[in-house]
């Protein structure tokens, strides 16, 4: 270990700038990384063998729990791709649900990111405000689906709960308070100067490398590829609004927070247009339980790139074979060219800078609970109540703060 | 003339045998099955003649009879083609295609894991996605697989549960 | 005998600086959380993180060297509470003060960046390593500009000694206003020293855990912890006698309350810092500090020095 004066450091399983068990072996030469070994798989569950042993019904909420933060993405896809092989033609109103909660999905998820990455280079404040916001988001997610993470809204056929009028004010509102911090934050990218320096020329992916390795999402727009399924291949209702595809020429983890940043912005305006046509009617139609047999590829622009599923259906309840090709698999190649010759320092920001979610990349088997069978009902707006007086028992008590803030944010 | 179509006019100029092979399923997505022989040769066109510069996935099925695979490609303007081929169930084995995608790596390791389809010309490295100690010739997603008594977590639960109980007892 | 028994163990010594360097570590704490938008720490967390680390088993790694893995953090703790006699705290004359107290005070504060190497060297663990060998790169960075800052001051106060350039500066008020410039050196640097943001690359979590500290546990941690936050103390209280105008002839009471919101001040700035920036890369780190904090400090050394001329 000594002789050549290399260093070999174990980054995983179990490691504080990892989120999820994975293994990185990294050889350091001073600090330079000079060879770098990825193991991946420590999440496999065995998702997509469960899925063939499931009902279509029952797969919907398995597939929702493949990932933790692009829960909707993965569920929505499966919905698309068994609807296509079904023949069913979605109502006009359960396209545009489902397209908000996507568009919300992505706010919560790029929020997440942000706070995530300015902890990698060192920057907590940055994580402190940006979860903060991120809690308007998820508020909005619980008000109109009842959930914060897995949200349970698809269903074959379209969505379970319907957007009431009056919840419709609620999300304006949150998106103009987010749409002011976003651009703070993008007020603070362009201009703290120990933050660019850590973001840019970090972690270079040129637009040849991005082709050549199969980037999606923000890592390959970052490298200036027009490349987004929600432009080239839209589905629910994203061929009824006009927005952006974000590009950046950075090619850098610079380039990645800018192109996250401004596409909070176009998630905005969608989500605006979106609340202003939505159309009348019912939200879901009756799908068959017996699903006819065909394959479909369904594929969706999830927060973190294309989010691929194939479905193949054999005529009974349940599906033939599910693939799930989540994005971080499509992008977890390109991380290892884009740390040759770079800084151990930068290794969790540019391992961080593809949104890395290994739970997705590996999927996996969902729990059964054998006891806690309870039926109870607990109201979203109590539980929160309920938490509230918890904590205000352990003496922490954030009320006046929160008056302060709600001030603040009015002015 | 859509794009699907043109993609298949040229396809099938190229390669006459496919001509009622391909299948437009709908806007953006082509399937079109082709034998062992001849996947190389059609995958070779397409990635070099055609733009298909995206490889999005590769699927690995078992139909039963056969095992099958599926190569989605993808190019700018979103069309999807999804080649799949078909191996024998006795000795699958296909030829690696990360001459043209260095990103295929994962997915193939994926066919040999949970299919154990063989890929000639894939370099070494880890398994992925299942443990070092999954049995080397166990392949979960095939459709005959039953979990057995060498399977890593068979007993899983009940086995440690029936432990702490005689421990207690 | 006795009164020197009182000033090493009870006040200004150890005692006094376990409450304060606490006290500092709950501000530093606190005044970060709310300007993240947290709530922060109660006041007493600090003391029950203490009390909690000290109930808590002492691990040494197999590999690690045994006497230099629980030697290390009692000699860190022994150097800052010794450099902390030589700072005047009561009134501007410092318990024991001699002409050349300053050298003596700088290299006692170097020993505890020479234990977090060692103690993380002799961990044989590689993130301790790793921590160690950056913590000794960054001394060689940040030492040259906060020692010719340092320099400049006294080059102005013509002594070596810390009592009377805090005599000086009570004398000529004014003149602290001359080394604003070599305060704000001395500042940075001395987040540097701190390893704190954004220079807390030796101990970096999201890279290598926690650096030097990654095998340390229960007592010894307890020591290590208890000694960053005493010389927290005393790196502040350095800067404040150094830089700041001090006693200005008040009673001693009154130069001890001055005193003390002068390090409250210097610790308000360095929690402020702290929260505003993101972590450097090492290189970046010994950039910046060659390439303008030392030729900065040898402006401010020249500028004091022409003014020295001027002034006599």
Not at chain 1, 360 to 384: F, G, I, Y
Request: with cysteine; aromatic share 10%.
């Amino acid at each position: 270990m000594h002789d050549s004066g290399d260093i070999k450091i174990p980054i995983g399983p179990q490691h504080p700038a990892l989120k999820e068990p994975e293994s990185f072996l990294v050889t350091l030469h001073g600090e330079k990384i000079t060879a770098f070994n990825v193991k991946i798989g420590y999440n496999h569950r065995g998702i997509e063998k469960a899925c063939e042993e499931r009902t279509y019904i029952q797969d919907v909420y398995l597939v929702e729990r493949v990932c933790g933060i692009c829960s909707h993405s993965h569920s929505t896809c499966f919905v698309q791709a068994v609807e296509e092989i079904a023949g069913i033609e979605l109502p006009a109103r359960a396209k545009y649900i489902r397209t908000i909660i996507a568009e919300l999905e992505r706010i919560h998820s790029h929020l997440l990111w942000l706070g995530v990455a300015g902890h990698e280079v060192g920057f907590d404040t940055l994580l402190m405000y940006a979860w903060r916001d991120r809690e308007v988001v998820m508020d909005i997610l619980a008000l109109l689906t009842g959930n914060r993470v897995n949200y349970g809204i698809n269903t074959i056929g379209g969505v379970r709960r319907d957007i009431k009028t009056e919840n419709i004010q609620e999300v304006l509102k949150g998106m103009d308070i987010l749409e002011e911090r976003t651009k703070y934050y993008i007020g603070v990218a362009q201009g703290e100067s120990t933050l660019i320096k850590r973001l840019s020329g970090v972690g270079k992916l040129s637009y040849e490398d991005a082709v050549r390795l199969g980037a999606v999402g923000p890592t390959a727009r970052a490298s200036g590829i027009e490349r987004d399924v929600r432009h080239d291949d839209p589905y629910a209702a994203y061929s009824e609004v006009t927005f952006k595809v974000i590009t950046d020429k950075h090619c850098d983890v610079y380039g990645r927070t800018v192109v996250r940043l401004k596409e909070l912005l176009e998630c905005y305006s969608i989500i605006r247009q979106l609340l202003k046509k939505l159309p009348e009617g019912p939200v879901t139609i009756k799908a068959p339980r017996k699903i006819p047999q065909g394959e479909a590829v369904s594929r969706y622009e999830a927060p973190r790139g294309e989010d691929l599923h194939y479905v193949r259906s054999n005529g009974t309840e349940k599906p033939d074979r599910v693939k799930i090709r989540p994005p971080t698999l499509a992008n977890i190649q390109a991380v290892s060219h884009m740390l040759q010759d770079s800084y151990l320092a930068d290794l969790p920001i540019v391992i961080a800078a593809i949104d890395p979610c290994f739970s997705c990349t590996d999927r996996m088997v969902a729990l059964k609970s054998q006891h806690s069978r309870k039926k109870d009902v607990v109201l979203w707006e109590k539980l929160r109540l309920d938490g509230i007086a918890w904590h205000r028992k352990q003496g922490s008590d954030f009320s006046a703060l929160n008056k302060k803030l709600a001030k603040n944010l009015e002015r | 003339m859509t794009q699907e179509e043109k993609i298949k006019q040229e396809l099938s100029e190229n390669f006459p045998f496919l001509k009622d092979a391909i299948i437009i399923k709908r806007e953006r997505r082509i399937f079109l099955d082709v034998a062992i022989e001849q996947c190389s040769e059609v995958f070779d066109y397409l990635v070099k003649n055609m733009q298909f510069n995206k490889l999005s996935a590769i699927t690995g099925l078992d139909e039963g009879d056969s095992l099958a695979v599926i190569y989605h490609l993808s190019r700018d303007g979103a069309t999807l083609f999804n080649l799949r081929t078909r191996l024998s169930r006795d000795n699958p084995s296909i030829n690696s295609v990360t001459p043209y995608f260095s990103s295929a790596d994962i997915y193939e390791r994926e066919l040999m894991d949970l299919l154990g389809i063989k890929v000639i010309g894939l370099p070494e490295g880890h398994r992925y996605p299942l443990a070092d100690d999954w049995p080397k010739d166990d392949f979960p997603l095939r459709k005959d697989w039953k979990s057995k008594e060498n399977t890593p977590g068979h007993k899983g639960l009940a086995s440690t549960r029936s432990a702490q109980e005689g421990q207690n007892a | 005998m006795l009164k020197a028994f009182f000033h090493i163990f009870i006040f200004p010594g150890l005692l006094f600086l376990f409450f304060f360097g606490l006290l500092a570590e709950y501000l530093d704490r606190k005044i970060c959380a709310r300007l993240q938008n947290r709530i922060g720490p109660p006041w007493f967390q600090p003391f029950a993180d203490f009390l909690k680390l000290l109930g808590k088993q002492d691990i040494v790694p197999g590999e690690a060297d045994t006497t230099v893995f629980k030697l290390m953090p009692i000699l860190a703790l022994t150097a800052t509470v010794t450099a902390y006699l030589y700072i005047p705290t009561w009134g501007s004359q410092a318990v024991y003060s001699f002409n050349g107290d300053l050298i003596v005070v700088l290299y006692l504060l170097f020993i505890p960046t020479m234990t977090y190497f060692l103690g993380g060297w002799y961990s044989r663990s590689i993130y301790s390593m790793v921590g160690a060998v950056r913590s000794l790169t960054q001394l060689f960075a940040y030492e040259v500009p906060l020692f010719l800052t340092i320099l400049a001051s006294a080059l102005l106060a013509n002594t070596w000694s810390l009592s009377e350039m805090t005599h000086f500066y009570a004398g000529h008020p004014g003149y602290w206003a001359f080394n604003l410039l070599g305060f704000t050196i001395a500042l940075i640097s001395l987040l540097g020293k701190l390893e704190k943001v954004p220079f807390d690359i030796p101990e970096a979590e999201t890279e290598i855990v926690a650096g030097t500290f990654t095998e340390y546990g229960g007592r010894l941690l307890a020591l290590f912890r208890l000694s960053m936050d005493i010389e927290m103390v005393v790196v502040a209280s350095l800067l404040a006698a150094v830089f700041l105008p001090f006693g200005l002839h008040l009673p001693s009471w009154a130069c001890f309350i001055g005193y003390l919101v002068q390090v409250f001040l210097i610790i308000f700035l360095i929690s402020l810092l702290r929260s505003i920036f993101a972590r450097l890369r090492l290189d970046q780190m010994i950039n910046l500090c060659w390439k303008y904090f030392a030729p900065l400090a040898f402006l401010q050394v020249l500028i004091n020095l022409i003014l020295k001329g001027v002034l006599s």
